[in-house]
Nanobody, 122 residues
Framework: QVQLVESGGGLVQAGGSLRLSCAAS????????MGWFRQAPGKEREFVAV????????YYADSVKGRFTISGDNAKNTVYLQMNSLKPEDTAVYYC???????????????WGQGTQVTVSS
């Protein structure tokens, strides 16, 4: 059974940092891309960042470029999202997802975690 489990969310002041983790299990993800999406209250879920396990290629949404960094630890089957210079508009539930393509389109992703709340206070 495939599982993606996010952790690391919480409450932080504007300008602060958080690191999210996504632990994957249940299958081999070496050929997959691992993405982060987020959904703010009253808004649609949006793409944040993605990394391909093989080769480490990454892609970011313009809104987080230069502030967020996605990385992966193959040995631990874990993907991270380092979030710096956080803004109140980054407040959302953050979801980890796994798919076969390096994509910003959520329908390309086959597996999803339950999400972790990130709240940035002003």
């Amino acid at each position: 059974q495939v599982q993606l489990v996010e952790s690391g969310g919480g409450l932080v002041q504007a300008g602060g940092s958080l690191r999210l983790s996504c632990a994957a299990s249940g299958r081999t993800f070496s050929s997959y891309a691992m993405g982060w999406f987020r959904q703010a209250p009253g808004k649609e879920r949006e793409f944040v960042a993605v990394i391909r396990w093989s080769g480490g290629a990454t892609y970011y949404a313009d809104s987080v470029k230069g502030r967020f960094t996605i990385s992966g630890d193959n040995a631990k089957n874990t993907v991270y999202l380092q979030m710096n210079s956080l803004k109140p508009e980054d407040t959302a539930v953050y979801y980890c997802a796994a798919g076969t393509l390096l994509s910003d389109y959520e329908r390309r992703y086959d597996y999803w975690g339950q999400g972790t709340q990130v709240t940035v206070s002003s």
